[in-house]
């Protein structure tokens, strides 16, 4: 085989191996630690190896704002959580921001000079407390990237006289599994909720709402009219989407998961009454 054709190679498998970076449905990029902090307080959530693993995605643990010094209310991470970090804005001045307990190493998970908006990151588990000190006005955003199921409740109304459709996810090009539920509320509103629902772990997914009957490849799914609600909360788990008012039901003929990057249906679920 050529060099060429070895290099094709490469990027198709590097192409597919990944949908890009985004873990959560904030639109942060997932990133590795980068700030002096080097916790190694933590274990990561490789040691609970019987619990299945999602692709990781970020979730908000608590928010943060003020202006001048400031000690945070104690706020957990999980014990199995990769990391966490904090996502901050300052207006004028500086800002520093330890942690309590401190890491083995101490140092700063934010220090800036202001106005600034970044991340500050931290493997640190536990009961924690942020302190701030600034000189001017600051926003904190404390969020953990985790990679075990999601398992959202059942919202009020979720009953199941509620239940207008259903259908079961299959393949189309990688794995899919679960249930898709379309639920009519007596307020009105539309909830669309996955139960058991599995896909290949990857990041940058998107849940479309499609016309298609019964796509059974990519082409299909993209060359059908469609609406893109969100971003896939979990490649695993439970989960629930509210559809746009907008949307009439009767359009709304299957889900498709899509994986923008790489422009390829993961998984689809052809709905039925």
């Not at 953990?144 to 189309?172: C, H, K, N, W």
């Not at 909360?233 to 509210?242: A, D, V």
Request: glycine share 10%; proline share 8%; with cysteine.
């Amino acid at each position: 085989m050529g060099r060429r054709s070895v290099l094709a190679l490469l990027v198709l498998t590097y192409a597919l191996a990944g949908c890009g970076g985004d873990g959560g449905g904030d639109g942060a990029r997932v990133a590795p630690p980068t700030t002096p902090a080097g916790d190694g307080t933590a274990t990561t959530g490789t040691a609970r190896s019987d619990v299945p693993r999602s692709a990781p995605r970020w979730e908000t643990v608590s928010t943060f704002n003020g202006s001048g010094a400031f000690q945070t209310p104690e706020f957990t991470i999980l014990p199995g959580a990769i990391q966490w970090r904090v996502r901050y804005t300052c207006t004028n001045g500086t800002l520093r921001i330890t942690s309590t307990p401190p890491p083995r190493r101490p140092a700063p998970v934010v220090e800036a000079a202001c106005p600034k908006e970044e991340a500050g990151y931290s493997i640190l588990t536990g009961p924690v407390r942020l302190n701030v000190e600034a000189s001017g006005e600051w926003k904190a955003v404390v969020d953990q990237q985790i990679d075990t199921p999601l398992d959202e409740p059942l919202l009020p109304g979720m009953t199941p006289d509620a239940v207008v459709a259903t259908g079961s996810f299959y393949r189309v090009e990688m794995r899919g599994e679960g249930t898709a539920k379309l639920y009519r509320l007596a307020d009105g509103r539309r909830i669309l909720r996955f139960e058991g629902f599995a896909t290949s772990e990857n990041t940058d997914l998107f849940v479309w709402l499609s016309e298609a009957t019964r796509p059974e490849n990519s082409a299909t799914a993209v060359n059908t009219p469609h609406l893109e609600i969100a971003n896939l909360k979990s490649t695993l788990g439970n989960q629930n989407y509210e559809i746009p008012e907008s949307l009439p039901t009767e359009k709304i003929r299957s889900i498709v998961i899509w994986c923008q990057p790489v422009a390829i249906a993961y998984a689809a679920a052809a709905l039925s009454t």
